[in-house]
């Protein structure tokens, strides 16, 4: 068994369509107004276009972290 956990922070875009941005080991108890603050600042930095030239990050939505357990049920082995 595998577990792993991520941070996501979830945003609007120009369009009002959730964007992601994933960050893999990320520390823990990461504080409210931390998430907000980093948040605030992706969207100030108004760098993030998507193919149309619209800002990919508008508004901040939500901080959280995501964990996930995977199994194997079978996984090949070469010889």
Do not use: H
């Amino acid at each position: 068994m595998k577990d792993s956990m991520v941070l996501e922070l979830v945003f609007l875009d120009a369009a009002g369509k959730n964007r992601k941005i994933t960050i893999s080991q990320p520390a823990l108890n990461i504080a409210q107004e931390t998430a907000e603050a980093v948040m605030q600042a992706i969207v100030a930095c108004d760098l993030f276009k998507d193919e149309k030239g619209m800002d990919m990050y508008v508004t901040p939505v939500v901080a959280r972290y995501v964990e996930r357990n995977v199994t194997d049920v079978y996984a090949y082995e070469e010889a």
